[in-house]
């Protein structure tokens, strides 16, 4: 929102301004505005790249590569503006007079262009400093709430901020390619160059590190699932013996689906995401790339791979990627596996202390289009110049699959997927963890609060402290760990249901269920209710959930307004093994509960077993 009216005012007090000196005046500033925009955008990487390397590592000036990206793009523009201003007020001292009308229409004309375009230089450079992803209330980008959970997509507009970003990104692409046209072309490099920097800044925590030194890492090799020259339909390719039978779900920054529910496209510019290939990088991290606490972090947000169609060098897409092979144990076993970008914030962090970590990223690239760039925290690796062709060829996932598994893959050591709270990699477990049951009657929070703590949730007394009635709330783990110990007459720590009702969990956590339960889980429509059923075929609906990862725990429950749909909560995968999901419902008191289902699909049958719903609620 605060970004959103700065822009607004950018871009209405310059409209004013001019519109009240005359036309002849407002177009000679709106070509000034042109030309210097055009200038910035040509020499923006360039001067990027000179502060990055000219930056010392410790000290004073050692957080210029924070804001490099953005002061590349600023400052030139500002500092061009200004000379152009200077040169032709000295070459033109005097205004030319028009009639009124034509004054101040024309004016107005002239000086909104120049306040969008100012404004667009000046939000595309604010997103390219390192800051939470929602900074100043707007985010370009974010994970899809659509196809494909996890992946990267442009966030929905609203006038006037996101459009002053995307319109100036866009009006420049385009004059990129015609007549402000050069040898290497800002829209060939940058395809949706509006959502570079939002995606750069979906850091781990908003904290990370947003952009790296071109020293701190290199491309170690490049590999192929499938063949380029005889495209495959890329749901075939999207699956791996990890989630076996499961075909994984994404989309484009656009939103489009990729792989399975994808449809052909409408025109031939347009990149078909039915059918294509695989393309996998090898990245090797040194010391360079590492945070304070000293490991590499990285998200799928952060890396880009820029695409090129075959017979178009001008036609380009920007891809990110779906997968990423890590390893998932104690580096010293040296055991690897495929992870899917299929969850929101999930990050790869490098294991142990070792000097390097390797990281391969994989992405779907769409039928006739090969690889052109691959960008790493914002630094551009040009593909051309290094991979004329793969350096090795999977004919299908298997074969990949068992290259990972015996390690054929041996560059890739020391790397692990997931941060749990202390910043520390989680370990994947090779086999289900049965401590948590799938089904439990049980009405605590699995955490404390103190009365006063509980903004956003309403919270009713009871005999021994409070419980939480109904609302929805997000709490830091830290500041829940700084409570200590706490008067139980101040404690608010479960759920409040009335004396014939029963509150049951029912915990969708990956890692604590089989291989068999997170696959349908996977396959699961997030469009489907999430139900418990009773011995005589009762149906129960989810009142809320508890949701946790590495650094906050959400709540919600509302027995008013149950979930009608799973992709009402958070997601959660295999490859996000620090976020644990727990459905809560609320039951009728003693009845015997026999089935979990989302949808028409069951996930649990405990019938043979029935667990009895015994009364939690207050008498």
């Known amino acids: 929102m605060l970004l959103m009216l700065f822009a607004l005012a950018v871009a209405g007090v310059t409209a004013y301004i001019w519109c009240i000196r005359g036309f002849f005046s407002a177009l000679i500033h709106m070509v000034c505005v042109i030309a210097a925009a055009a200038i910035a955008f040509g020499v923006w990487e360039p001067v990027a790249y000179l502060l990055i390397n000219n930056a010392p590592e410790r000290g004073f000036g050692s957080s210029l590569p924070d804001v490099a990206w953005g002061l590349g793009l600023a400052l030139p523009f500002a500092i061009t503006l200004a000379l152009l201003r200077a040169g032709v007020d000295k070459l033109l001292p005097a205004n030319a007079q028009c009639e009124p009308p034509v004054d101040y229409v024309g004016g107005a004309v002239c000086g909104v262009v120049s306040g969008l375009i100012s404004a667009g230089v000046l939000v595309i450079s604010l997103n390219l400093i390192r800051a939470e992803p929602d900074f100043m209330g707007y985010q370009s980008v974010g994970f899809t709430t659509g196809v494909g959970r996890g992946s990267i997509e442009r966030t929905p507009g609203a006038f006037p901020a996101p459009w002053v970003d995307r319109l100036t990104a866009g009006l420049f692409s385009h004059l990129s390619l015609t ?341 349908l889980f996977e396959m699961a429509d997030r469009n489907a209710e999430p139900i418990l059923l009773d011995r005589n075929g009762t149906r129960y609906a989810a009142a809320g959930w508890l949701f946790r990862d590495s650094s906050v725990v959400k709540i919600r429950y509302d027995q008013g307004h149950p979930v009608q749909r799973l992709g009402e909560a958070p997601a959660v995968s295999r490859s996000s093994a620090d976020k644990e999901l727990t459905l809560i419902f609320v039951v009728s008191a003693g009845v015997e509960i026999t089935e979990f289902k989302i949808g028409d699909v069951t996930l649990g049958d405990v019938s043979k077993n029935p667990i009895k719903a015994e009364a939690t609620g207050r008498r």
Do not use: C
């Open 179 to 519: 007549t402000f046209r050069t040898a290497e072309p800002l829209a060939r490099w940058h395809p949706e160059f509006d959502t570079f920097p939002g995606s750069m800044r979906l850091t781990y925590e908003g904290r990370s590190r947003f952009t790296l030194r071109p020293d701190a890492f290199k491309l170690g090799s490049y590999y192929v699932v499938g063949d380029p020259q005889r495209p495959q339909k890329l749901a075939d390719l999207m699956v791996d013996d990890w989630s076996e039978g499961v075909v994984q779900k994404a989309s484009s920054l656009d939103g489009k689906a990729i792989g399975q529910g994808a449809t052909p496209p409408e025109t031939e510019d347009e990149p078909d995401f039915t059918q294509g290939y695989l393309a996998g990088f090898i990245v090797n991290f040194n010391s360079k790339a590492k945070e304070k606490p000293g490991q590499v972090v990285i998200g799928n947000g952060q890396v880009r791979l820029v695409v090129q169609r075959d017979d178009d060098d001008d036609n380009t897409v920007a891809l990110h990627p779906v997968a990423v092979v890590t390893n998932i144990d104690d580096p010293t076993k040296k055991a690897f596996a495929h992870f899917r970008y299929n969850a929101d914030n999930t990050y790869t962090a490098s294991v142990g202390g070792a000097a390097d970590a390797v990281m391969g990223f994989e992405f779907p690239v769409p039928a006739h289009y090969r690889p052109l760039a691959l960008y790493v925290k914002g630094v551009r690796v040009d593909l051309t110049e290094r991979f004329e062709k793969p350096t090795v060829i999977y004919s299908d996932p298997t074969q990949r699959d068992e290259a990972i598994k015996n390690g054929q893959m041996a560059s890739m050591t020391d790397v692990g997927p997931i941060l749990d709270a202390n910043g520390k990699p989680v370990e994947a477990p090779p086999q289900a963890n049965f401590q948590v049951p799938l089904i439990q009657v049980s009405n605590t929070l699995g955490f404390t609060l103190q009365k006063g703590q509980e903004t956003g949730l309403e919270v009713v007394p009871e005999n021994r402290g409070y419980s939480v009635q109904s609302g929805e709330q997000t709490f830091r783990l830290n500041s829940l760990k700084g409570l200590g110990v706490v008067d139980p007459k101040l404690k608010i720590d479960r759920f409040s249901s009335r004396a014939d009702t029963s509150i049951v969990k029912v915990s969708v956590t990956p890692k604590y269920r089989d291989a068999e339960f997170n696959k």
